[in-house]
């Protein structure tokens, strides 16, 4: 469990809804949640959820701190707004979400191997790298994500995928060695870093 | 001088060698045709679309959006800025309505954006391209200077999600848009105003992570067309595009479908019915060849 985690644990002991208003992107709304379950019937993904988000609004009021947090259920969220334009009370869920996966991750909480935090993680950091995503390397380090041998596998199976895209000049095979990028990396990387500085200051006050 | 002016943003996937880089040439070509001068942003960056969610958070995030809105307020000065991705539109318009929101959240961010000298007063409207032929140009006049009307061709308009939801486009509403239809209408086409799937979600970047769940959903998309008698999917959003597209082969063997449904967009249906060519229309860059269009454009 990581300090900050452990920080938290302490600070908020018994109301996570505080935490969660304190911390979490949008928090602030939980408590208006009526639990009329329409986000939960209109999310596309809404049967693999462990919990939808109307059950984690719940689950938020009763203290499940762990529950909801190492859930894997915030990583089931297509961004498709479904459930932010169809709630009643104009609840932004899918930021609630968004905000909910982002804390547990800060906490090391997320589950591990959790497919779209991996794929989430690794489309920000191809990113980064220069500013603009590079397709191709995202592609394979999504297939060589769990290995090797696995990555050889993946990379077979999506052979003629690949090949279409080559052929309709949808995917260019000069990405691998260098590609599209802006020319003030540096700049934008200072500035990226400058933020996830101010945001770390105030989690860390909130402790 | 050009009509109408913009400051463009179009985006990763709209770069030359990447998923939508047809949509970035069939806009070029739709936009000649329209007398829509485009504007780049000058070394615009990625916006972290929504999947990003997970790797930064919410104000290094934003901060992307910052910066894409700082550079368009110094090099193209009172234009709106205008993006053809819908994920790009969603992401500079969500960070542009909260820096508006939270003055504290638009401090942060010009903090941030100080560090590669920058600064945003975020006065610039963020709109996407449908936005701008529809509200600018109009159906009317869209309609006008058709050439070649998509006579007899059957059209799905799939919307999709974010081009859709939350902000909506033209104020329609969101569980049954029409201005695709519309649009496809005014080219001579033959819309599909019921097409059950037109707002449904195709698993975004789920379809790269979750591909078992996502591939049911562009199943549904897909057999909800074959069931109306459409010839075509069209559609505003990249994303959208490719993962109706190019998954049909791994869809048919999962499912025993034989799904071989072109999926295309507006802006190559524009192309066309334009008069223009094939290669303009950059129908080459369909993995399922559209057809009908291609006929037209001969």
Redesign the interface.
Known sequence: MSDMNTAMVEKYRSNFLKEVEANVEEGQWVKMCMQCGVCSGSCPLGPYWAHPPQEIFMMIRAGKREEVLSSDSMWMCTSCYNCIVRCPRELPITHIMHGLATYAKKLGLVPKNQPTAQFSQIFWDNMMKKGRVNELKLGLSLYFKDGFGQGIKNALANQKLGMNMMKAKRMSAAEFFGGHGVKDVAGLQKMIKKAEEIEAAKLEANK | MAKYEYSYYPG??S????????LKRSIDTMCEELDVKLNEIP????C?????????????RM??SA?NIALSEQHNPGQDIVATCAACWLATKEASERFREDENFFQ??N????????KMTNQTPIRHMAEVLIEDIGYEALSEGVKKPLEGIKIAGYVG??TN??FGIDGES?ENPMYLDKMVDALGGDSIPTYEKKV??C????A???PE??QE?IKGIIEAAYDNGADMIATPCPLCQ?NVE??Q??INERFGTKFEMPVVYYSQLISVAYGRSATDAAL????IKAKKLEDLAK
């Open positions: 990763c996937s770069q030359d060698g990447a998923s939508s880089s047809n070394d615009w960056n990625c972290s679309a929504s999947i990003g969610y997970g790797g930064g958070s919410v104000l290094p901060t992307l910066r942060e961010a903090t941030a954006l100080a560090e590669a000298n920058l999600c974010q939801r939350p969101f449904q979600c698993g975004g970047a789920l790269f992570s979750e769940k996502s959903m490719a190019i998954y082969d791994q080459d860059g369909q993995i």
